[in-house]
């Protein structure tokens, strides 16, 4: 590691003596494997030992306009540097776009994230061979860059309610876009502001004077050599936001603007010379690229998330404050249980969702492999399962980087702890690609379908027949996993009831689905920890791991998952037989039990494992995270960088203050 200089804080020196386990064999597990770690490693070493990306101040004293124009050069810059990268162009991409390497150079947002995240994606997911062979050599060669204008000011989340259009005009074999409200602005697109020239635009199809729903098109928004609008687009940036400041989102209207017909991507639907509409073998076909983001999403958020734990126990093993025995030296802050109660769970989360994102990964890459042969079979477990877990990884995520930061007290609050930005990016992610609630319900819509009709894909299958297993308290991780599949089960089948209640009671289905959105809410919820802790679990059962490093993980895994019971501990009494049995107490009683002396084995593993994800001090960027843990000494130094610190008084003393201080007020 390249930070380990000649300073070394004493205590953490000592949490890393002794350490039982191989820290490496951790990070090559995380990593994929030894080579990757080493392709990782040498691509580390050439992003981040380049001055030019490095920035001259904290981008938080740039003005908004500055830090685009930062942050473009840099993005550019790397782009240049993709060629000769010694790991190769596309993972290095994948890096670079990843919340690791990427951000630690790009730290408020990469403006050419879209082009990569979703631009090329729908090209790939969306466009004929022709097509893609027209457009996809240039959009990887940056000839073009593009973004995704799907949102608009009234909708984003109501994807049938779009109101851009597109209609067939067959005399000129032209689509005319039209934005017909206010409402009907795109607005949010990511690169949009001022970055792409190019965009994939859903807008409303009509051929033949009929609408036949939301549909991508390929459209070029501004010249290729002035990079002025073109005639008919009305385009800019939308402003400042909590966070992902330099992705320039933006807004996009159309004033009877005209494509040519073979820029509707038609791979999986066209419109004829005639106008005549060929339809889709599945219409939703078309939301094809959310699918792909969602999984994505939630390997960024869990790398997020390792950032913010590693910062925050390392700090709080630095800290010393108030007194833990009376007339003792001030302990170190993560000796207090309630400290660990708040840094271990989120510590463990980080290895739950990295398994579930994996598994996740490949059910993507199995179904997006049968979809382009036609086979659509796996699309709505894929459809459920990107949902379930990208909301469930950026929700818990998010809460988790709010305690991280909150574990690391005043200073926690600093902009440069990084707190800020990590936490800006993980809730981010709670409303993009699709807004959290609304993909819960999507869920439910799932669940309720697959435990109605009694069949459903993989990973719905144990709604279907009875559940069977043990029905008393057992205390194995198999007999946790089992508690955690009764109540999703006991859950869906309570929605079940409501809907039916209602409906028994003459309400309308959509009636009746709004009145029980709150179980159905919850139901979504549990089957999303369930599915987490069965992937977290049944990876240990396999897998060549050392004795000492699956001592550790099983120690995580089976805290995470009590964690999570006892936080829902009131989902059990939906689970009837454990209330008839009175289970519900004994349940919480050992389990709280279990989960105390859990903590108390982690604890002095805690730096070691956060040292296994091996997040050079580089992507950390807080001097309360740094491998050596000379926190004070990085804070007056980050503290001297403000602009107000560079004369011992500041002009508006003389122009504001002074005239204050002699007015007599
Ligand atoms: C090599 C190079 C590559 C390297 C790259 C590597 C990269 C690696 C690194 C990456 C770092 C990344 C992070 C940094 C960047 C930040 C970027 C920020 C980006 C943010 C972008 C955005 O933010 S972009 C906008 C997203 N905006 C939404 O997300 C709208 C949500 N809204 C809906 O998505 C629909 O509106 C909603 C609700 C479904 C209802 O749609 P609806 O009303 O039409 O449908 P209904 O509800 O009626 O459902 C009718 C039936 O359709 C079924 N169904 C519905 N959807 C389906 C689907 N997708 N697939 C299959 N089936 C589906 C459903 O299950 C029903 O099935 P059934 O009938 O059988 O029950
Ligand atoms: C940082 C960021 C980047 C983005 N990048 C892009 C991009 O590149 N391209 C793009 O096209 N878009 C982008 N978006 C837009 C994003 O996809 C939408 O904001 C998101 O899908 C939510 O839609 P909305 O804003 O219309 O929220 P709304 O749907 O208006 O949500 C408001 C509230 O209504 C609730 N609600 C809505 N519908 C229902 C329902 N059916 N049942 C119950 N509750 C409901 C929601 O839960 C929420 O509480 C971005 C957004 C952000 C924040």
């Not at 004994?586 to 956060?610: C, M």
Request: aromatic letters at 8%.
């Amino acid at each position: 590691m390249s930070q380990k200089e000649t300073y070394e804080n004493p205590d953490l020196k000592k949490e890393r003596q002794n350490c039982p386990f191989n820290k490496e064999e951790i990070t090559n597990l995380l990593d994929g494997g030894k080579e990757k770690t080493a392709e990782r490693k040498q691509l580390e070493n050439y992003i981040l030992s380049d001055e030019q990306l490095k920035d001259a101040v904290p981008m938080e004293y740039l003005s908004h306009a500055d830090k685009y124009a930062e942050e473009l050069r840099k993005a550019c810059l790397l782009m240049h540097k993709l060629e000769n990268s010694p790991a190769g162009q596309v993972p290095t991409l994948r890096a670079l776009m990843g919340a690791g390497l990427g951000s630690a150079v790009l730290k408020e947002g990469n403006p050419l994230a879209l082009h990569y995240v979703m631009f090329i994606p729908a090209l790939m997911g969306q466009g004929t061979i022709d097509q893609q062979a027209k457009w996809l050599a240039k959009a990887y060669n940056l000839n073009i860059i593009g973004t995704y204008a799907q949102t608009e000011l009234g909708h984003g989340t109501f994807l049938r309610g779009l109101e851009t259009t597109a209609t067939y005009d067959p005399n000129t074999q032209e689509f005319v876009l039209e934005s017909p409200s206010l409402t009907a602005y795109k607005w949010w697109p990511g690169s949009l502001g001022k970055t792409a020239n190019y965009a994939v635009v859903m807008a409303q199809l009509y051929t033949k004077g009929k609408c036949e729903g939301t549909h991508p098109f390929m459209v070029q928004l501004r010249d290729e050599e002035t990079h002025e609008p073109l005639p008919g687009i009305v385009i800019g940036e939308i402003g400042p936001k909590l966070g992902m400041n330099t992705n320039d989102n933006g807004y996009l209207g159309f004033e009877k603007f005209r494509i040519p017909r073979d820029q509707l991507l038609m791979k999986h639907s066209q419109v004829l010379e005639d106008g005549t509409y060929v339809k889709p073998t599945n219409s939703k076909l078309s939301y094809a690229t959310m699918v792909f983001v969602r999984v994505v999403v939630c390997q960024d958020v869990t790398t997020n998330l390792r950032k913010a734990v590693t910062i925050a126990t390392r700090y709080s093993c630095v800290r010393r404050q108030s007194e833990l025995k009376p007339g003792d030296r001030e302990p170190q802050v993560m000796d207090y249980q309630a400290q660990q109660n708040k840094l271990l769970p989120p510590l463990a989360a980080t290895f739950a969702f990295q398994l579930a994102s994996d598994h996740l990964w490949n059910l993507y890459n199995t179904a997006n492999n049968n979809i382009e042969q036609g086979d659509l079979e796996l699309l709505p477990d894929l459809h459920g399962l990107s949902c379930a877990l990208k909301a469930l990884c950026s929700s818990e995520g998010a809460n988790f980087v709010e305690v991280c930061r909150q574990s690391c007290g005043g200073h926690g609050y600093m902009a440069c702890s990084n707190f800020p930005r990590i936490y800006g990016q993980v809730t981010a992610a709670e409303t993009y690609e699709g807004e959290n609630t609304v993909l819960w319900l999507q869920v439910a819509r799932y669940l309720v379908k697959t435990r109605k009709e009694q069949t459903g894909g993989l990973s719905v299958k144990y709604l279907i027949g009875e559940e069977k297993g043990p029905k008393t308290v057992d205390t194995t991780l198999e007999g946790i996993v089992h508690l955690y599949r009764r109540t999703a089960v006991g859950l869906v089948d309570v929605a079940i009831a409501e809907l039916e209640k209602s409906g028994r009671k003459g309400e309308a289905p959509h009636d009746a689905w709004n009145h029980a959105a709150v179980y159905l809410i919850k139901a979504a919820q549990a089957h999303a920890r369930l599915f987490v802790v069965e992937s977290f679990v049944n990876s240990l059962k396999v897998g060549n791991l050392s004795a000492p490093v699956r001592t550790v993980l099983s120690q995580l895994c089976e805290l995470f998952i009590i964690y999570w019971l006892l936080e829902r501990s009131g989902e059990l009494f939906f689970v009837r037989q454990f209330i008839k049995k009175r289970l519900v107490t004994v349940e919480f009683q050992v389990r709280t039990l279990l989960y105390v002396k859990l903590l108390a084995a982690i604890r002095p593993q805690a730096v070691n494992l956060v040292d296994s994800f091996d997040l050079r001090d580089e992507i950390l960027a807080s001097p309360l995270g740094c491998w050596d843990g000379n926190v004070y000494q990085r804070l007056f130094d980050e503290a001297a960088k403000s602009p107000l610190n560079q004369s011992s008084v500041h002009e508006s003393f003389h122009k504001y203050l002074k005239p204050l201080l002699k007015s007599n007020l």
